[in-house]
């Protein structure tokens, strides 16, 4: 059965009726948020659950159905087991299934992996079964970010206006074990000195080699957002070492958004046609795609690609301004008026 994260997190589903568990995704701080969530939730007085952690690489073929078997009771102290079990692969979906399908597990059994494809055959058989629970943990979501980032300001009795909460939203990666260290930092340096202005100027105190999100930093050019620009252009292209990278990725997005936009002018709904598009636009995308394609108009989308095919060719003949022509072209995106 799939639980949203957002409805684990709430509780909003009977927890101890469950004890078998799946989380996959890119995530590993939302896994980890959950695997401790359960944890703490089913500690009973007296009879803490004993942790047993293991990789599916230090098993052998055959051997997870006689350690489901083994666990599938208290230990000698009468206390429960807990089996947290990393997925480095497939391999072993086989035998969970066959395990998971002989008898219900007594004790809590917690497997975690990174992002698992639609016709998983444990993903579709956790799907399926309805004694069994799998969460998606994607990235965070703005809203989660805004969400997660309260909290933690909350439990440190710091109080901010809704709009610099948002600003360090923005300015955030989105997996959650990025956020935690950063906003850790940004925590004791407010405590440190509660009257810095550090919120207003938050580029500053965040770590310049995090993991941008690569999606959204395109997008944000072609709709001509300036905010963190050169933060974020240092980071994607390792302090202009890498233009090309940033160029192709750019081309590629300019030319998909005009596919869409020449589907719609032949009749195409909008929807339809970015659904048409092949390698699909990930559903976390589809609002900063439809903004991109409201923002620009087919002729500015030329315009912009153009250009960008110019930079492309100053690469290709290895010309001496290459760089200089590609960085002034980007920032030209990024003035509308004087595009």
Not at 92 to 118: R, Y
Not at 130 to 155: F, G, H, M, R
Not at 197 to 215: A, C, G, P, V
Request: aromatic residues 12%; contains cysteine.
């Amino acid at each position: 059965m799939i639980i949203k994260f957002d409805t684990f997190e709430s509780n909003n589903f009977n927890l101890n009726k469950y004890n078998i568990f799946l989380f996959h995704g890119s995530n590993i701080g939302k896994m980890d948020y959950c695997k401790e969530f359960i944890i703490k939730e089913k500690n009973i007085k007296d009879k803490k659950i004993d942790i047993v952690n293991l990789h599916t690489e230090e098993l052998k073929k055959g051997e997870f159905l006689n350690l489901y078997r083994k666990h599938n009771q208290p230990n000698i102290f009468g206390n429960p087991t807990a089996l947290n079990i990393y997925l480095n692969n497939e391999k072993f979906s086989k035998e969970i299934v066959s395990a998971l399908s002989e008898q219900v597990s007594q004790n809590l059994i917690i497997f975690k992996s990174d992002q698992l494809p639609p016709k998983s055959l444990l993903r579709s058989f956790f799907e399926k079964e309805n004694n069994l629970i799998v969460v998606p943990c994607y990235e965070e979501s703005a809203q989660e970010k805004i969400n997660y980032i309260s909290k933690l300001l909350t439990d440190n009795h710091i109080k901010i206006s809704h709009e610099k909460i948002r600003i360090l939203s923005e300015n955030l990666p989105n997996q959650r074990l990025d956020i935690k260290n950063e906003m850790e930092k940004i925590i004791i340096l407010y405590k440190s000195n509660p009257q810095i202005s550090f919120f207003s100027n938050i580029d500053e105190y965040i770590s310049d080699n995090l993991n941008i999100d690569d999606s959204t930093f395109i997008y944000s050019i072609v709709s001509g957002k300036s905010d963190s620009f050169f933060r974020k252009y240092n980071s994607f292209t390792d302090y202009g070492n890498d233009n090309v990278r940033l160029l192709s990725y750019l081309l590629e997005h300019l030319f998909r958004l005009l596919i869409v936009k020449y589907k719609v002018k032949q009749g195409s709904t909008v929807r339809q046609a970015i659904k048409d598009l092949r390698p699909p636009v990930f559903f976390k995308y589809h609002k900063a795609f439809n903004e991109n394609l409201n923002h620009r108009n087919i002729s500015e989308i030329w315009q912009m690609f153009e250009k960008l095919m110019l930079c492309k060719k100053s690469f290709i003949e290895n010309r001496p301004s290459s760089n200089y022509y590609f960085c002034t072209t980007i920032i030209r995106f990024l003035k509308p008026q004087r595009f």
